[in-house]
């Protein structure tokens, strides 16, 4: 997912509490530097401050971080020369999404009240994975006459 020109993450939602793969292929690749760090923090006070050198790669620098729980992720780029790219002194804020809970459901009963429902489909199942194996087996050897009947006496 492309957010901003030349920032791509691999998710289409930044979600607290989970990782994003974040390239980047702004300036400081164009230019050729050698190294380049991400400066991030989250919320409007850039909490949890930190900085990782990324991985230059053929399609970008890249990096691997653990979003928490905030309101807000924020980050700029610096290179090895100490030259930043911190969109026109904007910083890069994208918003964090809550994780849905939607399909989560709490009062669910996982006994098995109706144990022969699933005896039943599963002795189904047998019946018919052998009668296929009969056919794929026994149907090549009746058309080609290869197949013998025993005479009884």
């Known amino acids: 997912m492309e957010l901003v020109k030349n920032i791509f993450f691999n998710t289409d939602k930044l979600m607290q509490n989970s990782n994003v793969k974040i390239s980047y292929i702004g300036k400081f690749f164009e230019d050729n530097s050698e190294e380049v760090f991400i400066r991030y ?7 949890n401050l930190n900085e ?5 790669t053929e ?3 890249q990096t691997e971080i653990a979003l928490i729980e905030s309101e807000s992720f924020n980050f700029c780029f610096r ?8 969109n026109n002194n904007e910083n890069y804020t ?4 809550q994780p849905s809970t939607d399909l989560i459901v ?3 009963d996982y006994s098995l009240s109706r144990p022969n429902r699933l005896r039943k489909s ?3 199942n047998k ?5 296929i194996y009969k056919i794929i087996h026994y149907i090549p050897k009746l058309i080609s006459g290869n197949y013998k009947r025993k005479v009884q006496e």
């Open 127 to 131: 019946k018919i994975r052998l009668a």
């Open 106 to 108: 709490s009062d669910i």
């Open 41 to 47: 923090g989250f919320g409007q006070n850039w909490d």
């Open 52 to 56: 990782v050198k990324m991985e230059k």
């Open 94 to 97: 994208f918003n964090l999404e």
């Open 122 to 124: 599963y002795i189904w």
């Open 79 to 86: 290179n090895e020369k100490n030259e930043w790219d911190n």
């Open 59 to 61: 399609l970008g620098f």
